[in-house]
């Protein structure tokens, strides 16, 4: 042993790792885990020819037949959704091809859709349009609404720009009373891109980005057919199938 050599026993050790206890940052206890919501997207869902049709029927549709959209099924809100809905909108081709895939969609996004109806309209976006941040599931709904599923329609090159849809991560707080802020969650924007379809959970967080479409023209619109597939409603069919 030299004279420089030290030697420490257990208390020093212990003395020392207080010491750094002591001296560690306070650890934060508003940190959120981000989880990303699972979103099943399938380009060139219908086809060239098949797609073309039925955008042909969108743009095609009389123009009394589109009225305001509304939020929670009942009321128009310009301030928080903005675009043009058509109710009765028929797209039988569409509903078949989603029979198709079903059984994929339903693994991927851990849902059962056995006996489900769809209940789904005909949505147009154009100049300054927009659908702030929701969620599919109003109160008279929610239990019935088991998917979502938006199908996106428009003339290629793509007559406008923005109209992404942008679906939030689930924000889960490390502590109960934490909620999180909501400008600091986080997200990711899927394209509305022509004969393209994306399905989701109807309890994911997610808005329609602001569309502009400089020449304001109805046949350059953002077109989708937006709905859901439900379980039967009890009102008509007595009960509910399991």
């Not at 934060?28 to 099943?40: F, G, H, K, Y």
């Not at 939020?71 to 310009?78: K, N, Q």
């Not at 078949?96 to 079903?102: F, K, N, R, S, T």
Request: hydrophobic share 35%; charged share 25%; proline share 7%.
């Amino acid at each position: 042993m030299t004279g420089q050599d030290t030697v420490t026993g257990p208390s020093d050790a212990m003395a020392a790792t207080t010491m750094a206890t002591d001296q560690r940052s306070p650890v934060c206890t508003d940190a959120i885990w981000r989880l990303p919501v699972t979103v099943c997207r399938i380009t060139q869902f219908l086809g060239e020819q098949t797609a073309g049709a039925l955008l042909e029927r969108a743009i095609g549709s009389a123009g009394d037949m589109w009225k305001p959209s509304m939020i929670r099924d009942r009321e128009v809100a310009p301030d928080v959704r903005r675009s043009r809905s058509y109710q009765e909108f028929a797209a039988p081709e569409l509903m078949a091809a989603i029979d198709e895939v079903l059984d994929v969609v339903e693994h991927t996004l851990g849902v059962s859709c056995r006996h489900t109806e769809p209940d789904y309209s005909l949505n147009v976006h154009n100049d300054g349009d927009f659908y702030r941040p929701h969620q599919d599931t109003s109160a008279e709904f929610a239990r019935r609404r088991l998917l979502t599923f938006v199908y996106y329609l428009h003339r290629t090159p793509r007559p406008f720009d923005g109209g992404a849809l942008r679906v939030f991560d689930v924000a889960l707080p490390l502590h109960t009373e934490t909620a999180g802020k909501w400008e600091e969650r986080t997200w990711r924007d899927w394209e509305p891109e022509h004969d393209s379809i994306v399905f989701f959970r109807p309890t994911a967080w997610h808005e329609v980005r602001p569309v502009s479409c400089p020449g304001k023209q109805h046949a350059d619109s953002r077109f989708a057919v937006n709905g859901w597939l439900c379980s039967p409603d009890p009102a008509i069919h007595g009960t509910v199938v399991s």
